[in-house]
């Protein structure tokens, strides 16, 4: 049986998403790749992404009721991000940054023989989950190192929903420095507020271990 949340800092939600919204969400997303300037490139995951869609945005807020009873407090909406993975896309080890500080990610559909699993780590104990359409999965994204190895599929959609604690420390986080959710044009948000980048090896661990980071979470298996 799993722990609670808090001691796990991860949780599978079978169904987050019925099928039906789940196909349509998938639709929309590949629909929308036609357009060559809908996504940014993203050649080091062999993937293509795009921040703060309408869809992913309003996944957000729809979701975000389900996500507060799992982290089990009130949460703040920070961004979406939607990726379609290609063929020999890898996702490699990684802790995220603040505005992540409660994600999730959802699956929406995908064309591949097998479902291609993501690797979570708790306190230097690796486990795979498996997110098959409309599953997800509820992390910690600066504490719980995640991973995918090499997908063998065409293509596999999913959207990445991120939080912040409302009572926590980066409340400030909210909308992740924007003015607001929603789609926004690039050139007028340029001046948004920096965020904190993922930590290199000397700073020190997000999970306030008090190690570098190197050291801690961000340490090769």
């Known amino acids: 049986m799993p722990g609670s949340f808090a001691e796990d800092r991860y949780r599978f939600m079978p169904q987050a998403l019925r099928p039906a919204p789940a196909q349509l969400a998938c639709e929309y997303a590949l629909t929308l790749a036609r357009d060559p300037q809908a996504y940014q490139p993203e050649p080091e995951f062999k993937a293509r992404g795009r921040y703060a869609d309408a869809l992913g945005e309003a996944l957000l807020i729809n979701l975000q009721g389900l996500v507060e009873k799992v982290a089990g407090c009130a949460l703040l909406p920070c961004y979406s991000y939607l990726r379609i993975y290609q063929r020999g896309a890898v996702l490699p080890r990684h802790l995220d940054r603040p505005s992540c500080e409660i994600s999730t990610t959802l699956t929406l559909g995908f064309n591949a023989d097998a479902p291609w699993p993501i690797g979570v780590e708790r306190d230097?104990?690796?486990?795979?989950?498996?997110?098959?359409?409309?599953?997800?999965?509820?992390?910690?994204?600066?504490?719980?190192?995640?991973?995918?190895?090499?997908?063998?599929g065409e293509w596999w959609v999913q959207v990445f929903l991120h939080y912040v604690a409302a009572a926590g420390p980066y409340a400030e986080f909210r909308y992740d420095g924007r003015e607001r959710l929603g789609p926004f044009d690039a050139a007028r948000d340029a001046k948004r507020k920096l965020l904190?980048?993922?930590?290199?090896?000397?700073?020190?661990?997000?999970?306030l271990s008090g190690q570098p980071y190197g050291a801690c979470h961000g340490a090769k298996p």
């Open 124 to 152: 230097g104990v690796p486990a795979s989950v498996v997110l098959g359409v409309g599953d997800m999965l509820v992390y910690k994204g600066a504490q719980v190192v995640h991973w995918r190895e090499r997908f063998e």
């Open 196 to 207: 904190p980048p993922i930590p290199q090896a000397a700073d020190p661990c997000p999970c």
